[in-house]
């Protein structure tokens, strides 16, 4: 009883914390006058951004946020850590901060009598790469994110909050950004007043190798194609190339005929040295490619459905977005609920519209498609004891850290999974309507509205079900439900679309692609394994041969059936294991021990494909026709 009582003491204490604990919630008015942030990014060889804030304030107690809860990341990952030396003033003398003890994202401050602002000063110390993050500054190109570079006033809806941002880039530097530009002086640049909100959302790259491409000359909303690369030769684009990359806007008008910004621009970082990245903005996306995206442009195909995944996201996710992300400000803790819809149907789209724009041909999404098919068909057993649904928390769960089994705990699989269930929706939507309306239907209707408008227009669950039953009456909602909350599979839209799945002993082209990325020879559909070139052990799948014969990630695999081991070695054990009687056997080392594994697998290579079903209407090679 003492010790219940001494707890009930301390919680009573907690509760009288000082408003010191408390960050005022956010308030639709606008703040006063205009916020500034400067950002000097010059200090390329530290990789040091050093930023100052100078926020229009009262006397009395003022709370300056650190954003934490970020768009397109959809979970509370703010690089708070990154944030050092912070340092308030006003009217030039130091004023004492304090970080909020239970929001550490939160700095209060007392403003004095006669001050009319605040200004804060800090240093992003941005990533020098290993454990420490994606690398953001390198010799020849930066990438800027506002929400890292500013604090902003607590107590505010920042759709009201009115800021100007000026940048000082390394000398002769160009730069990007979906941001209009007041001036420039010498290598400052000034852009033009904007809401806090639109500043998070308009990201800038600059860098010293840089070509601009109109992806569609004399458009009234242009769109752009922005390439920084580590080296000028990496920027050569052929006119094929280029057609391609107009096509993917001109398919995307076609699909959703309304477009939801002033301007466009495509951000396209070429480059092995600053860390890789795939974000989606209102008016802007950043993205990165390997140096030879253009030189090398047959070998680099496999991840051309980048560019269309995140121009996708201007409709769906960003102009249009789950109710429960559409947040008041970045402090705020955002709901994930619809990812399925965010993520999920824009995967859907991103392969679709790389095919009708050429950036793929139909065999590419073809191979592409068998692959994520594969997943949902033997590489997720998690899906046995985890609903669909429940992976939309992945981003707070997990935040993309690399898991021991991510087979079985599953993570993010709203991204795929969440392709694979509108596959399936769009085969639903062509049989009750005998093929005459299907998916891109409902893309119109549900993001085609208001052209020019891009204020955030946001949607619930029942917004979906009613916009799919006004094209094809159904339960809808019942038929999304049992995909999201169940534990059934995942692929029942490739019959519905005229092919099945099929393992063969012969990996497709886009399997040989995801090897060679990985430098891996990947056996989950067969011994249910992944195993580096270098004989590291990735992902294991649970309960497959693999993993009962005691192979785990993080093994090395130093021998195979009594010789070094290769992964050519490993791929033809598995490939001549329908003709053996015998096991494969390993010899692993696990920490300091090494110990000889056996797998009793018969089955020989298995590598997904998808084969037409005779007699059966050719859906998918409909889908992916160009409009």
């Known amino acids: 009883m003492k010790s219940r009582a001494l707890a009930l003491s301390v919680l009573l204490s907690l509760t009288a914390v000082p408003a010191l604990a408390q960050t005022p919630p956010p308030?639709?008015?606008?703040?006063?006058?205009?916020?500034?942030?400067?950002?000097?990014?010059?200090?390329?060889?530290?990789?040091?951004?050093?930023?100052?804030?100078?926020?229009?304030?009262?006397?009395?107690?003022?709370?300056?946020?650190?954003?934490?809860?970020?768009?397109?990341?959809?979970?509370?990952s703010g690089p708070i850590d990154k944030l050092a030396g912070l340092q308030v003033t006003a009217n030039g003398k130091p004023l004492k901060w304090q970080r909020d003890q239970y929001n550490v994202y939160a700095f209060k401050v007392e403003v004095p009598e006669g001050a009319s602002e605040v200004v804060a000063h800090f240093d992003y110390l941005s990533s020098q790469g290993g454990s420490q993050g994606r690398v953001v500054m390198t010799p020849e190109m930066l990438n800027l994110q506002w929400n890292a570079n500013s604090l902003y006033p607590a107590g505010v809806d920042t759709h009201g909050v009115t800021v100007q941002a000026s940048v000082t880039l390394p000398s002769g530097w160009s730069y990007?950004?979906?941001?209009?530009?007041?001036?420039?002086?010498?290598?400052?640049?000034?852009?033009?007043?904007?809401?806090?909100?639109?500043?998070?959302?308009?990201?800038?790259?600059?860098?010293?190798?840089?070509?601009?491409?109109?992806?569609?000359?004399?458009?009234?909303?242009?769109?752009?194609?922005?390439?920084?690369?580590?080296?000028?030769?990496?920027?050569?684009?052929?006119?094929?190339?280029?057609?391609?990359?107009?096509?993917?806007?001109?398919?995307?008008?076609?699909?959703?005929?309304?477009?939801?910004?002033?301007?466009?621009?495509f951000l396209l970082a070429?480059?092995?040295?600053?860390?890789?990245?795939?974000?989606?903005?209102?008016?802007?996306?950043?993205?990165?490619?390997?140096?030879?995206?253009?030189?090398?442009?047959?070998?680099?195909?496999?991840?051309?459905?980048?560019?269309?995944?995140?121009?996708?996201?201007?409709?769906?996710?960003?102009?249009?977005?789950?109710?429960?992300?559409?947040?008041?400000?970045?402090?705020?803790?955002?709901?994930?609920?619809?990812?399925?819809?965010?993520?999920?149907?824009?995967?859907?789209?991103?392969?679709?519209?790389?095919?009708?724009?050429?950036?793929?041909?139909?065999?590419?999404?073809?191979?592409?498609?068998?692959?994520?098919?594969?997943?949902?068909?033997?590489?997720?057993?998690?899906?046995?004891?985890r609903a669909l649904q429940d992976t939309t928390n992945d981003p707070t769960i997990a935040q993309r850290r690399t898991l021991p089994y991510r087979n079985y705990q599953m993570s993010e699989d709203y991204y795929s999974g969440g392709q694979m269930l509108w596959l399936e929706v769009e085969g639903k939507l062509r049989a009750l309507t005998a093929g005459k309306r299907g998916l891109d239907d409902f893309a119109k209707a549900f993001f085609g509205m208001d052209d020019g408008d891009w204020d955030v227009n946001p949607y619930t669950f029942e917004d979906v079900a009613s916009t799919l039953n006004g094209i094809a009456p159904s339960d809808w909602s019942g038929f999304l439900r049992e995909r999201l909350d169940g534990n059934g599979p995942l692929i029942g839209g490739l019959e519905m679309a005229g092919w099945k799945l099929v393992y063969r002993d012969t990996p497709n082209e886009a399997f040989k692609a995801q090897e060679t990325r990985a430098k891996s020879a990947m056996l989950a559909y067969s011994i249910g394994a992944?195993?580096?070139?270098?004989?590291?052990?990735?992902?294991?799948?649970?309960?497959?041969?693999?993993?009962?014969?005691?192979?785990?990630?993080?093994?090395?695999?130093?021998?195979?059936?009594?010789?070094?081991?290769?992964?050519?070695?490993?791929?033809?054990?598995?490939a001549g294991s329908r003709d053996s009687k015998a096991p494969i056997t390993l010899l692993v080392k696990s920490f300091d021990r090494i110990m000889p594994l056996s797998i009793d697998y018969h089955g020989g290579a298995q590598y997904p494909v998808l084969e037409r079903i005779a007699g059966t209407p050719d859906r998918l090679s409909a889908l992916w026709k160009a409009r």
């Open 27 to 76: 308030a639709q008015s606008a703040w006063p006058g205009t916020l500034r942030i400067n950002v000097d990014a010059r200090d390329l060889g530290h990789r040091i951004f050093k930023v100052t804030t100078t926020v229009p304030a009262k006397p009395g107690p003022l709370t300056l946020l650190y954003p934490q809860w970020l768009p397109g990341h959809h979970s509370p």
């Open 176 to 265: 990007a950004t979906a941001l209009e530009t007041e001036r420039r002086d010498g290598d400052t640049v000034v852009f033009k007043p904007i809401s806090y909100d639109h500043l998070v959302d308009s990201p800038l790259f600059a860098g010293t190798h840089y070509q601009r491409f109109d992806l569609d000359p004399g458009a009234r909303m242009p769109v752009h194609l922005n390439v920084f690369a580590d080296d000028a030769k990496s920027l050569k684009a052929s006119e094929d190339q280029l057609k391609a990359h107009r096509a993917l806007v001109q398919q995307m008008d076609k699909l959703y005929g309304a477009r939801h910004f002033d301007h466009y621009e």
């Open 270 to 385: 070429l480059t092995g040295k600053l860390g890789g990245i795939g974000l989606e903005h209102h008016r802007s996306s950043e993205n990165s490619g390997d140096v030879g995206y253009f030189t090398e442009w047959d070998k680099t195909w496999l991840g051309r459905d980048l560019l269309p995944h995140e121009f996708n996201h201007s409709w769906n996710g960003k102009y249009r977005r789950g109710a429960d992300l559409a947040t008041a400000n970045f402090n705020t803790p955002m709901g994930d609920s619809l990812l399925w819809v965010y993520e999920g149907q824009t995967q859907f789209w991103g392969q679709v519209l790389a095919a009708r724009s050429g950036l793929w041909s139909q065999q590419q999404a073809r191979d592409v498609l068998a692959n994520v098919a594969a997943v949902y068909d033997r590489g997720r057993p998690g899906l046995a004891w």
């Open 530 to 574: 992944t195993v580096t070139d270098g004989g590291v052990v990735g992902d294991v799948i649970w309960d497959s041969p693999a993993f009962n014969a005691g192979l785990a990630p993080g093994m090395t695999v130093i021998a195979i059936d009594g010789r070094e081991y290769k992964s050519e070695r490993l791929k033809d054990a598995v």
